[in-house]
Each structure stands twice: as structure tokens, then as C-alpha cells.
């Protein structure tokens, strides 16, 4: 087998020929010609994806033709235009909008393979599952699927700023190339549509949620607009995040109080002028009263009230308001992992039908491992967004191979038991649980200008599994690597099977390596890059590694019980009673719920101390073991990005180690007990790791003032 070098630009649809020489003849023979119904310019992608897919894929001249009875054929059409004798052969009536329905179906010699959905974008959605399929070498004979989103908002959000420095990025600038739009579209642009495409995706805000109000001026919504018509064909809307002050910064108002008469009418034209140049803009994404943002409170009113206004702006045009839950204040002193549920579950209902509340998926900042925010299942009626972070800011940047698919799966899967055993956070998102009318799942795109967008070879599967999981919260983790890896490696069993329990593994091995037994946010600060739990002389408290690990003589971790500070009656009292009580408490989450002593006994029989050192060990076991499994793999991989991991994982063991090493050396200055005999030795002293300083690390805040 041959391979040729790829950079990775073409993600998971890369359309090589097929490698199995039989099985890319029977495809050949079931696509003798194409059957396209005529339509808008969501056809005319179909028929270029088709071109561009099955003519690499099959290496063929793709013929598109009239329905025939003597050649076997791809019919994709919609239900309406679907050839009559094969309307009586599928039922649309259990599928969405966005769904679609592929089936093999047999005409005398003939074999027909049937790709139809009520909508064109359903046929696009279609189309690119009918490539996957290819991809995956898997049969088309007796296909039967019927696919519908199970989530309505599937959304990226960019932390992307203007000057195309992206907050938390890690691959390269932002795609955006604000300075040449509208006049000119980067072929990126149209790539990034179809990769969103064939994975659902179908919205993406383009801004960062520190936002800069100068997005919304004529002179940028024009290049918003250009962005806009790219993606409308591939059914992707744009949102906006708006900055609060946005009236008084480009409004030239003396205040951006909500309930300002003034303020409401700059919305609502604002608002209008948008609608008028993209009539299918998304929406705004706010983040206000949070980490220095304006917003309501400024003038002492509400996010009910600030949320309320912006939808009151855009609901004549159907858009919607995404408002953020991420805030924690500076003058508050209570746990900062209680503060979002307190400021917003009073006022569950009362926000207007076209809001939507946006809610990490952890009560403190994607840390690689939190239990579930407690505002999942606790706000019956208000929509709740579900917020990933595909970019890995804490995990590792784009160095550290991290499989997110498998964080977000155990998320989704947490009971919540808000409506009893088996209330699962996906129940949540999915509207299921309370039968919520809008759905809505964003991630924080992990994107740049990279060559590869995502700078590790395998963080393009963060983003390809966040938008199939967007799509299904239910698939499972191990699935979506399977789907990823084949259409972007190959189909080769003895690539794909130690490469998948890498990747289902690696996740686990960075808690390891950085924050194990519930330890959280003992990043260095700032750009979080590396350990810093030693940090405790920020201004504010909740800035500070100190704060979340609380390590002192009498033991380490944060006491959220009853004797602390109670976080834990914010769940339902199911949750409450298992992840309070020790014996229950799994020991994932030990030091997020609970202080212990260090000589607390695990389950295994040993210390916490012990075991806190094995865990950090195993870690780094971990890591080496993923470059053993990478090394054999140097006979299925390309050259190229054979190379690119292997270096990087160099990268991560050395980080794993130092994650180790630093964090051991300052917990034994409260511990005062020997390391684990299963534990290395540190490489160096803790005032050498003290010492390293990373002032250009990469993807930190920039400052427009
Ligand atoms: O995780 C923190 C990040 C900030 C980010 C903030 C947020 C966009 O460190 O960079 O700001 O969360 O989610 O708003």
C-alpha cells in the first residue's frame, strides 16, 4: 500500500481512490450514472461534492443523467421529484427538515441507490453520508438509513478577534481574512463549509465572545454578508457575538442601560440592518457581565433583562439570542462553581421564546475532568445550549494528543437525575427530557490557518466527532473514532485498532498527567500552558490554583458538601447523596467534592498521597505507551503526518512529566511524605519548575484598549 503525503487539509474528505481494488469495481458498477434533481445552489454543491467525491474515490468521470431504467444509478432528489416508482418505496414522513433517507432499492437487473429528504439541505447531509459510506468501505447493498438531527442548533463558535488573533487558539490565525473580504473569498471559506456540512454543523459565530463591537458596523457586516452567501448554500448561518456597549462604543449613545428606550430602538435597527443584507443571519452570542465584558448589570439590571432585549431586536426576523451562563464575579465570594446556577435558575421561564442560555459543560472552565454544571435538568423551561470546548486550552494546546470526543461522551451521558435515574445530560440537550421546542449544542472551534487547520494531525477528530455528536449526543465515542480515522487514515485493521484505543485512552491519560482524582484549574495563569499550582497571588481569588486545590497540611481538594461550600445542593439530591458521601463518591471527582486528609485510604489501599503520585505516574505511562502503539503504526501512515504525531507526542511525554513533577514536588511542601516507590523521580527542583516563565505563550487575550 502506498501513500501519498498529505498535509491534512483535506480532513476526513480526502477523496482518494479507493484502495481495495474489488471493492472500488463494485462501487463503480452501483454508480454507472447519477441522477441529480435540478434546483438552487444547495444542488449545485451536491453536484460539485459528487464530481469532486466519487470522481476521486472511484476514479471516474461522474456522469449525471436522467432517471434510467438500464444503468444503476445514485438518485438523490428530493422526496417531490423522486421518480414515482420509487415514492412508494420510502417514507418521509418520520424524518425532519435536515434529515434524509438513503436506501438500496432493486428495479429488475438494476440496483438503485436512493438518497432523498423533504429539503435540499437533508440531500446535501445525505450526499455526504453516501461519500462516508465509500470511505468506509462499507457496503451499499440493502442500505436502509434514516438520519435526523437530533439537536437544532449545531454551532462552532470562533473565539476569533479582528486582527485574526484568536483567543485560546492554537493553530495558526484566524481563517477570517477580514481585511480582503467581501471582495475576496478564500478557497478556505468554501472547504470550511463543506467540512461543516458533512458533519451538520449548521451555524457558526464568527467572532469572540470578548467581543469587539466594531463587527457590527457597515463597514464589517459587509464582509460578514460575503462570509454569509459562502455558507448559506452548505446550510450553515452565521451569528455574531455582541459586545453590551456596542450602542455607546459605535452607537454614539451615552449609555447601553436595556431598558433605555434609546438603547432598544439601536438594537432593533441594528438588528434590521443586519437582516436586511443576511435575512437568514443566526443571532447574537453574548457574553456579558463576565471577565471584564459589559453588560446589564453595569446599569444594575439583569441578564434576564439584557437577554430580553437583544431577542425583542431580532425576534421579527426569527433570529435568536445566545447568551452565556459563564460568569463568575470578582465581588463574590461564594464558590465560583455555584455562581452561574444562582444567577440564572431563579429565572428559569422568563426569558423570550428565542433565547437560549449557553452553559460550558462544567460548572468551573473545561477542565479535563468536571462533573457536570448543575444548570443541566435544573432549568425545565428555558432552552440550554450545550458549551464544548474544542480548542484545548486546557488539555494541551494543539501539542497533546487528547481524543475529545470521549470527554464529551461522558458528559453527555452524566445523570443528572432531574426526572429520576437515567436523566442523562444528553435527555437535557436534546430537548427529551422536558420537551423543549429549541435544542442547541456549540463548541469552541479549535480552527486556524494551519495547514491542517487544527494543528495536531488529531485534533481535526475534535472537531469532526463534536459535530457528530452535535448531530446524535447518544453516539457512542469509540464509533465516531472508527468513522474518523478510516476516512482519514484508511481502512487497514491493524492501523485502526491500536490507533483507536490510543485515542479512547489518550483522554484519561491527561487527567492523569495534569489533574487527577477531581484535582482542577492548577493551571500556570493566564495562558494556562503548563502547571502552575503553586500560583496564589492573583487579584482575584477564583484566579488563583490555590483556591481550587486548597492544599494544605491537614490534606488537599475542594470541600463542596454541606460542611463546605454546599455546591453539591445544586444537583438533585440523587447526585447529591452518591458524590457526597466518600464511600460513594466516585474517585474521579474525590478532590472537586471533597478536602481529605493525606493519608486518606483509597479504595486501592493506599494513601491519597500514593495514589495521587500513581495517578500522575500512570500518566505518563500512559503517554509513552501511545508512542510505542504511533511507532508501529509507521507502515499505514504517510510519512508526513507520521512524523508530525511522533514529534508531537515527544512533546506531550515531556509536558507529562513536568506536569508530574511540578505538581508532586509543591503538594510534598504540605505532605511532607516520600513519593510512591511506583513514581519516578522529578527530573528537577520544584523552584526550577517555579521558575519557567511563558510570556509569549501562544492564544492568550489580546488587549484592544
Ligand atoms: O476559559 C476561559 C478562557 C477565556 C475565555 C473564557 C470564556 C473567551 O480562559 O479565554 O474567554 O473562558 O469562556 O468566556
Known amino acids: 500500500m502506498s501513500f501519498s503525503m498529505n498535509n491534512g487539509y483535506d480532513l476526513w474528505l480526502n477523496y482518494t481512490i479507493i484502495s481495495d481494488e474489488a471493492l472500488l469495481k ?75 433517507i438513503i436506501k438500496t432499492i432493486k428495479k ?31 457496503s451499499l447493498d440493502g442500505l436502509h438509513i434514516e438520519e435526523s438531527p437530533k439537536v437544532d442548533l449545531r454551532m462552532l463558535n470562533h473565539w476569533d478577534n479582528l486582527d485574526r488573533t484568536i483567543e485560546r487558539g492554537y493553530a495558526g490565525f484566524s481563517i477570517w481574512n477580514w481585511q480582503t473580504l467581501p471582495d475576496y473569498i478564500d478557497q478556505r471559506y468554501i472547504d470550511y463549509a463543506r467540512a461543516n456540512a458533512s458533519i451538520g454543523i449548521n451555524g457558526t459565530a464568527l467572532t469572540n465572545v470578548n467581543a469587539n463591537a466594531l463587527i457590527l458596523t457597515p463597514q464589517y457586516l459587509e464582509k460578514v454578508k460575503a462570509l454569509a452567501d459562502v455558507f448559506r448554500p452548505y446550510g450553515i448561518k452565521v451569528y455574531l457575538t455582541a459586545r453590551f456597549s456596542a450602542p455607546m462604543e459605535i452607537g454614539g449613545l451615552q449609555t447601553a442601560d436595556p431598558l433605555d428606550s434609546q438603547v432598544i430602538q439601536w438594537w432593533k435597527d441594528k438588528a434590521a440592518e443586519i437582516y436586511k443584507s443576511i435575512p437568514d443571519f443566526g443571532g447574537f452570542l453574548v457574553k456579558a457581565n463576565s471577565e471584564g465584558q459589559p453588560g446589564p448589570q453595569n446599569y444594575g439590571r439583569t441578564h434576564l433583562d439584557g437577554a430580553n432585549l437583544l431577542a425583542d431586536a431580532v425576534a421579527p426576523f426569527k433570529g435568536k439570542v445566545i447568551w452565556r451562563a459563564f460568569v463568575y464575579s470578582e465581588h463574590d465570594a461564594e464558590d465560583r462553581a455555584k455562581q452561574a446556577y444562582s444567577e440564572f435558575v431563579p429565572d428559569d421561564g422568563k426569558y423570550h421564546d428565542n433565547v437560549l442560555i449557553q452553559v460550558k459543560n462544567g460548572p468551573i472552565d473545561f477542565q479535563p475532568r468536571e462533573p457536570f454544571h448543575p444548570m443541566f435538568g435544573a432549568m425545565p423551561n428555558t432552552p440550554l445550549v450545550m458549551e ?75 472537531w469532526y466527532g463534536f459535530g457528530r455528536l452535535a448531530w446524535n449526543p447518544y453516539m457512542d465515542s469509540e464509533q465516531i473514532a472508527d468513522e474518523w480515522l478510516r476516512c482519514t487514515f484508511n481502512n487497514n485493521n491493524n492501523f485502526l485498532e491500536p490507533v483507536k484505543k490510543l485515542m479512547l485512552e489518550s483522554r484519561e491519560a491527561v487527567v492523569n498527567y495534569m489533574n487527577p482524582l477531581g484535582l482542577h484549574h492548577i493551571f500556570d495563569t493566564g495562558h494556562h500552558y503548563g502547571p502552575g499550582p503553586w500560583v496564589g497571588n492573583l487579584s482575584r481569588p477564583e484566579w488563583n490554583p490555590v483556591y481550587y486545590h486548597k492544599a494544605d497540611e491537614a490534606g488537599v481538594g475542594f470541600d463542596r458538601t ?54 500522575y505516574q500512570q500518566g505518563v505511562d500512559q503517554v509513552r505507551e501511545m508512542i510505542t502503539i504511533w511507532e508501529d503504526m509507521k507502515p499505514y501512515v504517510d510519512e508526513y503526518r507520521h512524523n508530525q504525531v511522533s514529534m508531537l507526542l515527544g512533546i506531550q ?21 516520600d513519593f510512591p516507590e511506583e513514581m519516578e523521580s522529578p527530573e528537577h527542583t520544584l523552584e526550577y519548575y517555579k521558575s519557567l516563565k511563558f510570556p509569549y505563550a501562544p492564544g492568550i487575550r489580546p488587549r484592544w484598549d
Open 26 to 100: 463494485t462501487y463503480q458498477n452501483h454508480f454507472q450514472s447519477i441522477y441529480l434533481n435540478d434546483g438552487g445552489e444547495t444542488i449545485e454543491v451536491i453536484k460539485k461534492e459528487l464530481k469532486m467525491g466519487l470522481g476521486g474515490l472511484l476514479d471516474m468521470e461522474v456522469q449525471f443523467k436522467p432517471y434510467d431504467v438500464s444503468e444503476n444509478q445514485l438518485i438523490v432528489s428530493n422526496y417531490g421529484n423522486l421518480p414515482d416508482s420509487f415514492k412508494n418505496s420510502v417514507d418521509v414522513s418520520g424524518i425532519t427538515g435536515e434529515g434524509y
Open 108 to 138: 429488475g437487473k438494476q440496483s438503485y441507490t436512493v438518497v432523498t429528504a423533504t429539503e435540499d439541505i437533508g440531500l446535501l447531509y445525505g450526499t455526504f453520508h453516501v461519500l462516508r459510506t465509500l470511505k468506509m468501505h462499507q
Open 388 to 462: 464544548f470546548q474544542i480548542t484545548k486550552e486546557y488539555l494541551g494546546f494543539a501539542t497533546h494528543l487528547v481524543y475529545l470526543p470521549k470527554l464529551f461522551e461522558e458528559v453527555l451521558q452524566s445523570d443528572t437525575y432531574q426526572k429520576g435515574e437515567g436523566s442523562t445530560v444528553a435527555k437535557v440537550v436534546d430537548g427529551s427530557l422536558y420537551n423543549k421546542k429549541l435544542t442547541a449544542m456549540a463548541g469552541v472551534s479549535n480552527i486556524g490557518n494551519d495547514a491542517n487547520w487544527t494543528g495536531h494531525p488529531f485534533a481535526q477528530a475534535d
Open 562 to 615: 454541606e460542611t463546605g461550600s454546599d455546591a453539591l445542593s445544586q444537583y438533585a439530591p440523587e447526585f447529591k447523596e452518591k458524590f457526597g458521601n466518600l464511600e460513594t463518591c466516585p474517585e474521579e471527582y474525590l478532590l472537586w467534592f471533597h478536602h481529605l486528609p493525606w493519608d486518606y485510604k483509597l479504595k486501592s489501599g493506599r494513601t491519597l498521597w500514593d495514589g495521587l503520585g500513581i495517578k
Open 653 to 673: 511525554l515531556k509536558e507529562a512529566k513536568w506536569w508530574r513533577d511540578a505538581c508532586m514536588l509543591y503538594f510534598q511542601t504540605f505532605s511532607k511524605m
